[in-house]
């Protein structure tokens, strides 16, 4: 299973940025999945999760409004279009998958995630 996130980048506070991930390996629309990021000597963190149909979705207090996570079963993806991004949002940004509906804000709970694309933010 390969989880290949892109997208990362340099943006201005208050910009834009849309991250991609594309999922190999596995029968994607039986998934979960999830985004996370982690900061320079902070814990990952929670930032938005999408169930395997697309019904329910969840995110983190602090993307709220700004964040929308969506899925392409077909093309094998989840996608984070981000919005008015502020310089707490810089960290490195992960995609993760789990088999099943459940959604979940733990990292933990996602049996597989892949390398990270980087997010930086000026102000």
């Known amino acids: 299973v390969q989880l290949q996130a892109s997208g990362g980048g340099l943006v201005q506070a208050g910009g834009s940025l849309s991250l991609s991930c594309v999922a190999s390996?596995?029968?994607?629309?039986?998934?979960?999945t999830a985004w996370f990021r982690q900061a320079h000597g902070k814990e990952r963190e929670f930032v938005a999760a999408l169930s395997w149909h697309g019904g329910r979705s969840s995110y983190g207090d602090s993307v709220k409004g700004r964040f929308t996570i969506s899925r392409d079963n077909a093309k094998n993806t989840v996608a984070l279009q981000m919005d008015n991004l502020q310089p707490e949002d810089m960290a490195v940004y992960y995609c993760e998958a789990d088999y099943g509906s459940k959604v979940s804000h733990r990292t933990y709970d996602y049996e597989h995630w892949g390398q990270g694309t980087e997010v930086t933010v000026s102000s």
């Open positions: 390996g596995l029968t994607f629309s039986r998934y979960s």
